[in-house]
């Protein structure tokens, strides 16, 4: 018999097939104690070990690319993360076996990250996930991971690490579901760029049996369990349709009255590009720059090596528009010549614009870098500053990229609630605002991004995020400035419409959604885009909100 049941859909499309799950975790090795003589020995292995996930999480990166490939390298950070290692070697030491080690060693940084705050709690599933893949290694069992088949399939996870989504092959995995992670999880963010359906916090999905039919709406989120004929008609009627309107769409965004609303690309460097330009996107709304960061963890790159990386993501946009975050260090993304190695919640401590702010040096070699790869080129640059919390963060970043004679907009992200609340204030500094919706729902609901029982609480559609939304557009208008969005929420085609009915001027999201953005806003005018904006802020939960909205846009 059919049934429904409802998660959080994180990836356009839809897929059917039968399940197939996730190979069983590895299991915890047994604690076995060794000689004195045996140390070194079980030392070396466990580096071999190490080095060994290290390479191979790199060597995935490098065959998927783009925003998978800077992921990987940074899973592979995990694993030869020195501190880490130092536990590994004391453990053996003093009688641990080589994979016990390992697993001692990541189940004490496990605990220390889950007792930091939410935010770092969010990356205990990378965590256990390189874990697993060293001491699977060690005990020469294969590694868990999606499962082999030469047949179509929906995968179910309980959830998935960023290395298994990666080089997901889209003919074989239909479509993915797990019952954990949020709408800005790794995986997520992975299944949009590579338009696989997907959904996310479905608790009880791994209840559902091998070999069972199911139906995957990455839209809405709905799952259902041995669809009818009839409903697997309308699902596969309704991605026909969908199909042939991405076909029709091209050009530049706007609503069916000509309301011009720029589609932009969000980029992490040069291989993101090619998707970016093949998607029609017309310039990059958010160019993040710490993944040219991670690359070693201890020094900040070169000027000339920075220089490099800009000037190719520079270059793809002649006469287009390319808005640059600079380094957003701190919280998941700690870097151990930036950010304090002890604070109790890095989430709410020395972060993005702060840490700068206390390393003019990194900061004025980041603007000088941007400065001169954009040299001689015809590209708008706009460089933005993220968490900035009011004007005197706005008016130091302003000062910052004067004084490294920038010859660029410079503008403030919108990611902490002060920042909307006063944001009049904040353009006194800055040229234009960009709201990132990820960090900004955050720390408005104070629920972690990565933590899939408060997804309800991340969902781009609560009224109370509209309503800031709705603040920052009002003020950037107020001062004749602009007010893009960057954040996950753009990327939601039916919400790019309640978007544009707030005010805001742009639209940036992962080059796979364009398409479908660019096709929605198409259909409507906008007066309809605002009507539906006033219909979802007067609702009271995130699904009401899309349903009001979704009812002024079909005219009920």
Same mark, same amino acid.
């Given at each position: ?17 039968? +399940? ?183 608790? /009880? ?19 259902? +369990? ?9 699902? %596969?009627?309704?991605?026909? %349709? ?24 969000? +980029? ?107 040299? /001689? ?107 893009? +969005? ?71």
């Amino acid at each position: 018999m059919e049934t429904t049941l409802r998660g959080v859909g994180v990836s356009h499309g839809v897929a059917i097939g039968e +399940v197939r799950h996730m190979g069983t975790a590895v299991l915890e090795p047994p604690a076995r104690q060794i000689t004195a003589d045996e140390a070194a020995r079980e030392q070396g292995r466990a580096r071999q070990a190490v080095s060994a996930v290290a390479a191979d999480l790199i060597a995935r990166g490098q065959l998927a690319g783009g925003e998978a490939q800077h992921v990987l390298e940074a899973q592979a950070m995990i694993a030869e993360d020195p501190e880490l290692m130092a536990d590994v070697d004391r453990r053996i030491a003093v009688g641990s076996t080589a994979e016990r080690g390992v697993y001692d060693a990541f189940a004490a940084y496990r605990d220390l990250l889950a007792g930091a705050g939410e935010y770092m709690a969010g990356r205990v599933a990378d965590l256990d996930d390189v874990r697993n893949r060293i001491v699977a290694r060690l005990l020469g069992v294969p590694m868990p991971g999606v499962p082999d088949s030469d047949e179509p399939y929906v995968l179910i996870a309980r959830d998935l690490a960023p290395a298994d989504t990666a080089l997901l092959d889209p003919a074989l995995v239909l479509g993915f579901v797990t019952e954990e992670g949020g709408p800005t999880s790794h995986s997520a963010i992975l299944a949009r760029a590579l338009g696989v359906p997907a959904i996310v916090a479905l608790p /009880g999905a791994g209840e559902i049996a091998e070999g069972t039919m199911i139906a995957v709406d990455g839209s809405t989120g709905d799952l259902f +369990v041995d669809p009818s004929p009839q409903k697997r008609a309308e699902l %596969e009627a309704a991605a026909a %349709e969908r199909k042939a309107a991405l076909a029709a769409s091209s050009g530049p965004g706007a609503t069916s009255d000509g309301h011009k609303m720029p589609l932009l690309a969000n +980029v992490g460097g040069p291989a993101d590009v090619p998707a970016a330009v093949e998607a029609g996107a017309e310039g990059v709304g958010l160019f993040r720059t710490e993944f040219l960061f991670l690359d070693d963890s201890k020094k900040a790159p070169s000027e000339e090596k920075q220089i490099e990386s800009y000037r190719k993501v520079l270059e793809a946009f002649p006469e287009g528009r390319v808005v640059v975050r600079v380094l957003d260090a701190g919280a998941d993304k700690p870097l151990d010549f930036l950010t304090p190695g002890d604070e109790p919640n890095p989430a709410l401590g020395v972060r993005g614009l702060r840490s700068l702010l206390d390393h003019p040096d990194v900061l004025r070699t980041q603007l000088t870098a941007l400065a001169r790869a954009a040299e /001689g080129l015809p590209v708008h640059l706009e460089v933005m500053a993220p968490m900035v919390a009011d004007r005197i963060d706005a008016r130091a970043f302003a000062d910052a990229c004067r004084e490294a004679g920038l010859k660029a907009k410079f503008g403030a992200m919108v990611e902490i609630p002060s920042a909307a609340l006063r944001a009049r204030s904040i353009l006194q500094e800055v040229e234009f605002l960009s709201l990132g919706t990820n960090d900004l729902a955050q720390y408005a609901f104070a629920a972690d991004r990565q933590v899939g029982a408060v997804s309800r609480l991340q969902d781009p559609w609560q009224p109370a995020l509209l309503d800031l939304i709705a603040m920052s557009a009002d003020a950037a208008r107020a001062e004749g400035k602009s007010c893009g +969005v960057c954040g996950e929420a753009a990327s939601d085609p039916l919400l790019a419409c309640v978007l544009t009915g707030l005010g805001v001027t742009s639209l940036s999201m992962g080059a796979a959604s364009i398409p479908y953005v660019r096709a929605t806003l198409a259909k409507y005018t906008l007066a309809q885009c605002e009507r539906a904006a006033a219909a979802a802020r007067s609702a009271d939960s995130a699904e009401e909100a899309r349903v009001a909205a979704q009812a002024v846009l079909s005219g009920e």
